[in-house]
Antibody, heavy 118, light 106 residues
Framework: QVQLVESGGGLVKPGGSLRLSCAAS????????MTWVRQAPGKGLEWVSY????????KYADSVKGRFTISRDNAKNSLYLQMNSLRAEDTAVYYC???????????WGQGTLVTVSS | DIQMTQSPSTLSASIGDRVTITCRAS??????LVWYQQKPGKAPKLLIY???SLESGVPSRFSGSGSGTEFTLTINGLQPGDFATYYC????????FGQGTKLEIK
C-alpha cells in the first residue's frame, strides 16, 4: 500500500535552516509528481511546492520562493524540502503528498511539525 | 493568482441531514477542483476530484458538482464520521486551497 513518511521537523531559530524528508513506498515513485503542503496551527492548508517526476519542473508558492527548495531522489524513493531563512510564519505541520500539477493529491503523509521560534 | 472562497466557514447540522458547501474561484478553473476532508490531527483525505469524480472508496453520499467558477460539495445523509473540516482546492494553475468549512454537530 502507498506510504509516505515525513521526517526532519523540529524547533529552529528564525533565520535558520531545516531539511525535511519524505520516504515513499508502495508505488512507482519515479512516475509521480510530488508536493509539499503545510498547515499552520489552527489554520487552513497552504500549498508550498511541487516537483515533476523527473525533477525537471518545480513550482513554489510566493510565500516560500527563494527560501525553500524542493528536490527528489528517485533512486531512494525520497522527496525533500530544504528550508532556509526560516521565519515565525513558517511554523506549521508540513505534509508530503503524491500528486502535483493537474493530478489530485490522493495520498498524504502524516506530517512533520516545524516550529520557528527563538 | 487564483483565489478560492468557501462558504460557509462553519456549518451546523444533524445526523441524517443533507448539507452543501460552496466554493468559488476568482477566475475560471474549468473542472480542476478537488474536495478534501480533514479530521483533527490527521492528514487531508481526497473525496472528489475533477469537480465531480468520486475517489475510490469514498461513500456515495458525497457528491460534487460545478464548473468554471462555482462548485458545490453535497453530503446526503450525514453520518457521525462526516463531522470534520472540508477544503476545496483548485489545480488549474498551481494549487490554491479554500479557507475551509468546519462541519459541526448541531
Amino acid at each position: 500500500q502507498v506510504q509516505l513518511v515525513e521526517s526532519g521537523g523540529g524547533l529552529v531559530k528564525p533565520g535558520g535552516s531545516l531539511r525535511l524528508s519524505c520516504a515513499a513506498s508502495g508505488f512507482p515513485f519515479s512516475n509521480f509528481y510530488m508536493t509539499w503542503v503545510r498547515q499552520a496551527p489552527g489554520k487552513g492548508l497552504e500549498w508550498v511546492s511541487y516537483i515533476s517526476s523527473s525533477s525537471s519542473f518545480t513550482k513554489y508558492a510566493d510565500s516560500v520562493k527563494g527560501r525553500f527548495t524542493i528536490s527528489r531522489d528517485n533512486a531512494k524513493n525520497s522527496l525533500y524540502l530544504q528550508m532556509n531563512s526560516l521565519r515565525a510564519e513558517d511554523t506549521a505541520v508540513y505534509y508530503c503528498a503524491r500528486g502535483g500539477a493537474r493530478v489530485a493529491m490522493g495520498y498524504w503523509g502524516q506530517g512533520t511539525l516545524v516550529t520557528v521560534s527563538s | 493568482d487564483i483565489q478560492m472562497t468557501q462558504s460557509p466557514s462553519t456549518l451546523s447540522a444533524s445526523i441524517g441531514d443533507r448539507v452543501t458547501i460552496t466554493c468559488r474561484a476568482s477566475q475560471s478553473i474549468n473542472d480542476w477542483l478537488v474536495w478534501y476532508q480533514q479530521k483533527p490531527g490527521k492528514a487531508p483525505k481526497l473525496l472528489i476530484y475533477k469537480a465531480s469524480s468520486l475517489e475510490s472508496g469514498v461513500p456515495s453520499r458525497f457528491s460534487g458538482s460545478g464548473s468554471g467558477t462555482e462548485f458545490t460539495l453535497t453530503i446526503n445523509g450525514l453520518q457521525p464520521g462526516d463531522f470534520a473540516t472540508y477544503y476545496c482546492q483548485q489545480y488549474d494553475s498551481y494549487y490554491t486551497f479554500g479557507q475551509g468549512t468546519k462541519l459541526e454537530i448541531k
